[in-house]
């Protein structure tokens, strides 16, 4: 069955430090990884997108990595903000055609205090 | 238009009354996929568009729930007879492509989600 695991479930961090999110999965076939900040009461909007090939990615302060073989990805937030304060949603693509492809974690709750 | 709206933001309803949402995807877009997210859940995906046509209806929770969209854009969804399980944050979202498109990187935009509360 294809899922999408997120740890922790929260965290509260005090600003400028940094901190991991994980994302383990077992969709297959694998197409990519993607990272969703959402805020509350917002949509969730892309941080990054990942492919097979392809082990890290930066986005600003945003660093994901990937480990295709043990499945499992991590998002690094460096010397966060309050603005960081946020829901982070990992979300695997499967390579299918006609059904959806996307498979969400539930996300990790993310508060940075000051 | 710049982003994806919906409408309403906020819908408060009493149980048994029929609801409509909509939703505006960026224009261009073939795609569209509608997604509900509980509580303190993840998004639980209901059903998607390319075009006007829904290839998968998998998600969609039961027969109260149905969706429909008119000339590649703007889409609805209607919860009939709703029930106080149906609360929740309804979220549309668009791309480009399809993202089941084998290799496609395409980012998927999500509107700001319409909340509903069924009394």
């Known amino acids: 069955k294809n899922q999408v695991e997120q740890s922790p479930q929260s965290l509260i961090i005090l600003e400028g430090k940094n901190c991991t999110l994980q994302c383990n999965y077992t969709v297959s076939p694998f197409s990519n990884l993607r990272w969703y900040k959402q805020d509350t009461g917002r949509g969730p909007v892309s941080l990054t997108i990942?492919?097979?090939?392809?082990n890290t990615k930066s986005n600003g302060r945003y660093t994901a990595t990937l480990d295709a073989d043990t499945k499992q990805s991590s998002l690094h937030i460096t010397a966060s903000q309050l603005s960081d304060s946020a829901s982070y949603i990992c979300v695997v693509s499967a390579k299918v055609m006609r059904n959806t492809p996307l498979v969400f974690g539930k996300g990790t709750r993310l508060s940075v205090i000051a | 238009g710049a982003g994806v709206s919906q409408s309403p933001s906020n819908k408060v309803t009493e149980k048994g009354k029929d609801v409509e949402l909509r939703c505006d995807p960026i224009?261009?877009?073939?795609?569209l996929y509608w997604y509900r997210q509980s509580l303190g859940q993840g998004l639980e995906f209901l059903i998607y568009f390319q075009g006007n046509s829904a290839p998968d209806k998998s998600g969609l929770p039961s027969d109260r729930f149905s969706a429909e969209r008119t000339g590649g854009s703007v889409s609805t969804l209607t919860i009939q007879r709703t029930q106080q399980e149906d609360s929740a944050v309804y979220l549309c979202a668009s791309s480009s492509t399809h993202l089941g498109t084998s290799g496609s990187n395409e980012t998927q935009y999500f509107g700001p989600g319409t909340r509903l509360l069924v009394l």
């Open positions: 224009s261009g877009h073939t795609a």
């Open positions: 990942m492919t097979f090939s392809e």
